[in-house]
T-cell receptor, first 111, second 114 residues
Framework: DAKTTQPPSMDCAEGRAANLPCNHS???????VYWYRQIHSQGPQYIIH???NNETNEMASLIITEDRKSSTLILPHATLRDTAVYYC????????????FGTGTLLAVQP | NAGVTQTPKFQVLKTGQSMTLQCAQD?????MYWYRQDPGMGLRLIYY???????DKGEVPNGYNVSRLNKREFSLRLESAAPSQTSVYFC?????????????FGPGTRLLVL
C-alpha cells in the first residue's frame, strides 16, 4: 500500500471550512483513498473514500487531484465536535484488506 | 443496533497473567479485526478474520491468539501478558472484502500490564 504524508496538526475556526491535505505520490491505479477520524479515546470512524472522482457525503467532501498524487478532505462547517485526529489511508482491497494507519493530522477546531 | 461492542473497557494485569478481550458485532458482518494503538501512534493490525472459521496474522501477532467463535464474536487472548502489550485494543468489523468495504470500530479496551 502506498505511503501517505499529512501535516501533524492544523487549526480551524468554528463554522469555517476545514481543509485537510494528504500527499500520496506513489499511489497505484487500483488504490483507493480513505479517510477516517479518531475523536479522543474513541475508536476510529469512517468518513469517506474515493478512487479518482471527487466524492461528497453528509460528513465531508473528498477532492482528489487529477494525477491522484494528493487529496483534500473538506469539512464544510467545522464544529468543536470535529476536533479529532484525521487519518488519510491509501489501500488496495486485497487479501488482507487491512488499513495502515499513519500518525494522521490533529485538527483543533477553535471557538 | 449496538454496532461493535468490546469488553472489558479497562483492565490491569500483572506480567505473566492471561486474559481474553471480547468483541461482538450485530451488523452481520463477515470480517472482523483486532488492532492495537500505542500512545501517539496509529493503529496496527494484530489479527483478522475474513470470514467465520478463518483467522490470519496481521502486522504484530506475536504474543496473541484469536478465536472467531461465530459470525458475531471475535476474541483476542493474551496468554502471558508483558508490559510491551500495554496499549489500547480496538476491534473492528466490515461487511466483506469488496471495494466499498469500510470498517466499523468498537470503543476500545485499555490494557495496562505492570
Amino acid at each position: 500500500d502506498a505511503k501517505t504524508t499529512q501535516p501533524p496538526s492544523m487549526d480551524c475556526a468554528e463554522g469555517r471550512a476545514a481543509n485537510l491535505p494528504c500527499n500520496h505520490s506513489t499511489i497505484s491505479g487500483n488504490e483507493y483513498v480513505y479517510w477516517y477520524r479518531q475523536i479522543h479515546s474513541q475508536g476510529p470512524q469512517y468518513i469517506i473514500h474515493g478512487l479518482k472522482n471527487n466524492e461528497t457525503n453528509e460528513m465531508a467532501s473528498l477532492i482528489i487531484t487529477e494525477d491522484r498524487k494528493s487529496s483534500t478532505l473538506i469539512l464544510p462547517h467545522a464544529t468543536l465536535r470535529d476536533t479529532a485526529v484525521y487519518y488519510c489511508i491509501v489501500r488496495v482491497v486485497g487479501a488482507t484488506n487491512k488499513l495502515i494507519f499513519g500518525t494522521g493530522t490533529l485538527l483543533a477546531v477553535q471557538p | 443496533n449496538a454496532g461493535v461492542t468490546q469488553t472489558p473497557k479497562f483492565q490491569v494485569l500483572k506480567t505473566g497473567q492471561s486474559m481474553t478481550l471480547q468483541c461482538a458485532q450485530d451488523m452481520n458482518h463477515n470480517s472482523m479485526y483486532w488492532y492495537r494503538q500505542d500512545p501517539g501512534m496509529g493503529l496496527r493490525l494484530i489479527y483478522y478474520s475474513a470470514s467465520e472459521g478463518t483467522t490470519d496474522k496481521g502486522e504484530v501477532p506475536n504474543g496473541y491468539n484469536v478465536s472467531r467463535l461465530n459470525k458475531r464474536e471475535f476474541s483476542l487472548r493474551l496468554e502471558s501478558a508483558a508490559p510491551s502489550q500495554t496499549s489500547v485494543y480496538f476491534c473492528a468489523s466490515s461487511e466483506s472484502w469488496g471495494t466499498q468495504e469500510t470498517q466499523y470500530f468498537g470503543p476500545g479496551t485499555r490494557l495496562l500490564v505492570l
